[in-house]
């Protein structure tokens, strides 16, 4: 069980729009930037958000993100099947000295 | 354009090694820290492993703690991990990723992976 908690999954039709949580506590997300990453099947993780909220170049502006005490969320607009992939939130652990994957949320675009 | 290879994976049997390498390209590879994340069969990411750019500054899981090495080679850009005493639990692909700070540490660039898998 991950101590950053994830959905494990959510789903949307296509356009709508999701969120997805990942709930810490005062010694991770209370302390530290959120950042968050995207995994389509059989790839590599890709950087989606960094510092709870900034998109690398090339994330398109439907992907957003924001954190509140230790909730971080990430946002996912006008929804596209290729959008189907897993999502993770990660942060350091200031009590545990090591980094945290949140469990994954998997998006289901309907 | 930056790139990450991963290598040195394969089949090990339980107590056995591996060591693995990231060789980078198209970066300064000496000004980055560097991270492993592995991805078990059909599981969420974890964590492994973490190096300062020189190399003075690491932390490990937990579930790896003195069995597995970090190391790097800043001058053949190359990234470490030994894995002593492997169990059949760190069956999974290896990623590295590269290491960068904003306000924060975030891993904005990383490789294919390598598998290992621990079985008699």
């Known amino acids: 069980q991950s101590v950053l908690t994830q959905p494990p999954s959510v789903s949307a039709a296509p356009g709508q729009k999701v969120t997805i949580s990942c709930s810490g506590s005062s010694s991770n997300i209370g302390n530290d930037y959120v950042s968050w990453y995207q995994q389509l099947p059989g790839t590599a993780p890709r950087l989606l958000i960094y510092d709870n909220n900034k998109r690398p170049s090339g994330i398109p502006d439907r992907f957003s993100a924001s954190k509140s005490g230790t909730l971080a969320t990430l946002d996912i607009t006008g929804l596209q099947t290729g959008d189907e992939a897993d999502y993770y939130c990660?942060?350091?652990?200031?009590?545990?000295?090591?980094?945290?994957f949140g469990g994954g949320t998997k998006l289901t675009v309907l | 354009e930056v790139q990450l290879v991963e290598s040195g994976g394969g089949l090990e049997q339980p107590g056995g090694s591996l060591r693995l390498s990231c060789a980078a390209s198209?970066?300064?590879?000496?000004?980055?820290?560097m991270t492993w994340v592995r991805q078990a069969p059909g599981k969420g990411l974890e964590w492994v492993s973490h190096i300062s750019s020189s190399g003075s500054v690491i932390y490990y899981a937990d579930s790896v703690k003195g069995r597995f090495t970090i190391s790097r080679d800043n001058a053949k850009n190359t990234l470490y991990l030994q894995m002593n005493s492997l169990r059949a639990e760190d069956t999974a692909v290896y990623y590295c990723?590269?290491?960068?700070?904003?306000?924060?540490?975030?891993?904005?660039?990383w490789g294919k992976g390598t598998t290992v898998t621990v079985s008699s």
């Open positions: 990660a942060v350091w652990d200031s009590r545990l000295s090591v980094r945290l």
């Open positions: 990723s590269r290491g960068l700070r904003g306000q924060g540490y975030y891993m904005d660039v």
């Open positions: 198209g970066i300064t590879f000496s000004s980055y820290e």
